[in-house]
């Protein structure tokens, strides 16, 4: 379960950034998620509960955005979602998707600290 390394990544870079601004407690970290980042969701949230009992923020919260597929369809000059993950189409023409724009991201956006 790749996730839990994940979680404890989380919690590190937390971590990192409360000794920086001189040992502050964080209270919640802030994630994207894409659909497409190889991580799952719920997995990650248990493994994070997991993880935070043994790390300095024992009642630290995690906090997921979704992202979801977005592609940039050449028919519509623009960029669209897609119909599914099954299916890589362009959710307004139905061409075939070949540049996916988001949807990958695993990246930590915030942390609300107590000072």
Known sequence: MHELSIALAILDAASEEADRRGGALVS??????????GV???????A?????????FPGCRLVIEDVPVVIYCDRCQDDRPIESIQSFLCASCGSPAVNVKHGRELEITALEIEE
């Open 40 to 46: 799952v969701k719920e997995a990650l949230l248990s």
């Open 28 to 37: 919640a970290v802030h994630v994207r998620l894409g659909a497409l980042s």
């Open 48 to 56: 994070y509960e997991l993880a935070a009992e043994t790390s300095p």
